[in-house]
């Protein structure tokens, strides 16, 4: 069985925009495979982005916290640096797991 090419591939004009198509989807360095992964890539920077800007309130909120209020800061340093009052005796108890 022979193959027929349709006319219709064989007018230049038409061909021409078919293979640039073909070119600019499929073998070109940023075709649509690299347009679909940086899409995807940017999805995940943007809601990485959200989940930080959101952190950063929390800890500037916490930051605010820590500077005006003298009994969080006591706190703070109670349990972060095991800090103590001078009539208190401290023991820290640590938990090893396997």
Do not use: G, H
Not at 43 to 60: G, H, I, P, S, V
Not at 62 to 77: G, H, R, S, V, Y
């Amino acid at each position: 069985m022979k193959w027929k090419i349709p006319k219709i591939l064989k007018n230049k004009y038409v061909l021409t925009p078919i293979v640039f198509l073909l070119w600019v989807c499929f073998f070109n360095e940023v075709d649509l495979f690299f347009i679909y992964r940086s899409q995807a890539d940017l999805r995940d920077m943007k809601r990485e982005m959200a989940y930080l800007e959101e952190q950063n309130e929390l800890t500037a909120e916490a930051l605010k916290d820590l500077t005006t209020n003298d009994a969080t800061l006591e706190k703070f340093a109670r349990e972060e640096y095991f800090m103590k009052k001078n009539n208190e005796d401290l023991y820290v108890v640590r938990v090893v797991e396997d």
